[in-house]
Each structure stands twice: as C-alpha cells, then as structure tokens.
C-alpha cells in the first residue's frame, strides 16, 4: 500500500517562496501520477498541479500557474511542489496524493486521486 506523507508547510510572508515535498513510502512512485490539491477553511479542496508519470507533463490550476512549479525525483521517491511569490489567498492545507491513471488530466477531479497524504499547512500572512 502506497503511504504519502506531504512536509515543508509554515508560515511565510507573501512574496515569499515554500516548497513542500510528498515522500512516499510502501511503493516507489515510478510509473504514476501524482497531484497536488489545496483546502482552505469552508472552501472545496481544489487542484493545485500535477506531474505525469515520466515527468514530461505538469498541469497547473489558473490560480497557481506561472508561479507554483510541480516536480518529481523517483530516486528519492518523492514529489515536490515549489511555491513561489505566495498569496494570502494560496493559506491552505495543501495535500499530494497519487492519481488513479498515469498521466495528468487537465481537470483534477478529487475522484481521480488516491491514496491522500494527511496534508500540510501553508500559511501566508504579513
């Protein structure tokens, strides 16, 4: 079974840059594709991006793309998302989990992710 368990949250500035890392354990992350989804309080968990199973292709929510960047190192079993010139609006539980196909979608449905991390907190505020 598949266990991923997401690190790297905290408090930071807006502007300012966090990466959080999904280490996964019980089975190497090699030939699936993983999501990044975000929770804010009493708003829907929302895809934030996604990396295919190879790497050579990432998917981006609107609200992220040009500033979050999603990344992959199988040697070390873990995926990274690196956020960058962070908003108030980005605070949010944020969770990776593992995508039911090997490719991304361009639409990230809950449905089509398994195997969830228990998130972590980003908070951005002054």
């Known amino acids: 079974q598949l266990h991923l368990a997401e690190s790297g949250g905290g408090l930071v500035q807006p502007g300012g840059s966090l990466t959080l890392s999904c280490a996964a354990s019980?089975?190497?992350?090699?030939?699936?594709?993983f999501g990044w989804f975000r929770q804010a309080p009493g708003k829907e968990r929302e895809g934030v991006a996604c990396?295919?199973?190879?790497?050579?292709?990432?998917t981006y929510g609107n609200t992220v793309k040009g500033r979050f960047s999603v990344s992959r190192d199988d040697a070390k079993n873990t995926v990274y998302l690196q956020m960058n010139s962070l908003k108030p609006e980005d605070a949010a539980v944020y969770y990776c989990?593992?995508?039911?196909?090997?490719?991304?979608?361009?639409?990230?449905?809950?449905?089509?992710?398994?195997?969830w991390g228990r998130g972590t907190q980003v908070t951005v505020s002054s």
């Open positions: 990396i295919d199973s190879d790497g050579s292709r990432t």
């Open positions: 019980g089975l190497t992350i090699d030939g699936y594709s």
């Open positions: 989990a593992k995508g039911v196909q090997y490719y991304c979608l361009d639409y990230m449905s809950r449905g089509a992710y398994e195997n």
